[in-house]
T-cell receptor, first 114, second 115 residues
Framework: AQSVSQHNHHVILSEAASLELGCNYSYGGTVNLFWYVQYPGQHLQLLLK??????LVKGIKGFEAEFIKSKFSFNLRKPSVQWSDTAEYFCAVIPASYGQNFVFGPGTRLSVLP | DTGVSQDPRHKITKRGQNVTFRCDPI?????LYWYRQTLGQGPEFLTY????????KSRLLSDRFSAERPKGSFSTLEIQHTEQGDSAMYLC?????????????FGEGSWLTVV
């Protein structure tokens, strides 16, 4: 089945460690790609998005993501995490063949230890 | 606050009762989405409106679910004859059209507990 997968269910890091969260999708053709974050007790917020152009996109709070078309991947990275990055992270894809339906991955919970 | 607002934030209902959720999108947004999210899962698409037209519906949206957006502004999601499996967070999101503007912004969600 076509889907969005996220490699890790729960990631635990110490402050200042580097972060990489994996996201893969199985849709062919044109896609729009997103990362959303949900801090404890808050609503989903957009971190960054990719539509076209430079496959390395920068978002808020020092996050970036790289689109690798050949690998159907859109991994999220941050060089040095902070305790305040503790949250749930969701990758989302709009496959062109799916109209305007955003398809979300299952999420990765990030816990950053002070 | 000019973001997406949802009401009520929490609803506890008995099995078999009907419930209705309301979503007020960001004012200039013509697209409105409903999603459902359960613990440990990502949001699952339910339905999508462009202005007042309901353009897409998920297979998850059984006959007991109905959504409307009568004037292209606020939207309601009604669940009839609720079942325990309907317990979830119901999320509303809105956005503007166009390839470059294809981004959606979420409300805080409406928690439904069916007992």
């Amino acid at each position: 089945a076509q889907s969005v997968s996220q490699h890790n269910h729960h990631v635990i890091l110490s402050e200042a460690a580097s972060l990489e969260l994996g996201c893969n999708y199985s849709y062919g053709g044109t896609v729009n790609l997103f990362w959303y974050v949900q801090y404890p007790g808050q609503h989903l917020q957009l971190l960054l998005k990719y539509f076209s152009g430079d496959p390395l996109v920068k978002g808020i709070k020092g996050f970036e993501a790289e689109f690798i078309k050949s690998k159907f991947s859109f991994n999220l990275r941050k060089p040095s995490v902070q305790w305040s990055d503790t949250a749930e992270y969701f990758c989302a894809v709009i496959p062109a063949s799916y109209g305007q339906n955003f398809v979300f991955g299952p999420g990765t919970r990030l816990s950053v230890l002070p | 606050d000019t973001g997406v607002s949802q009401d009520p934030r929490h609803k506890i209902t008995k099995r078999g009762q009907n419930v209705t959720f309301r979503c007020d999108p960001i004012s200039e947004h013509n697209r409105l989405y409903w999603y459902r999210q359960t613990l440990g899962q990502g949001p699952e698409f339910l339905t999508y409106f462009q202005n007042e037209a309901q353009l897409e519906k998920s297979r998850l949206l059984s006959d007991r679910f109905s959504a409307e957006r009568p004037k292209g502004s606020f939207s309601t999601l009604e669940i009839q004859h609720t079942e325990q499996g309907d317990s979830a967070m119901y999320l509303c999101a809105s956005g503007v059209g166009g390839i470059a503007g294809n981004t959606i912004y979420f409300g805080e969600g409406s928690w439904l507990t069916v007992v």
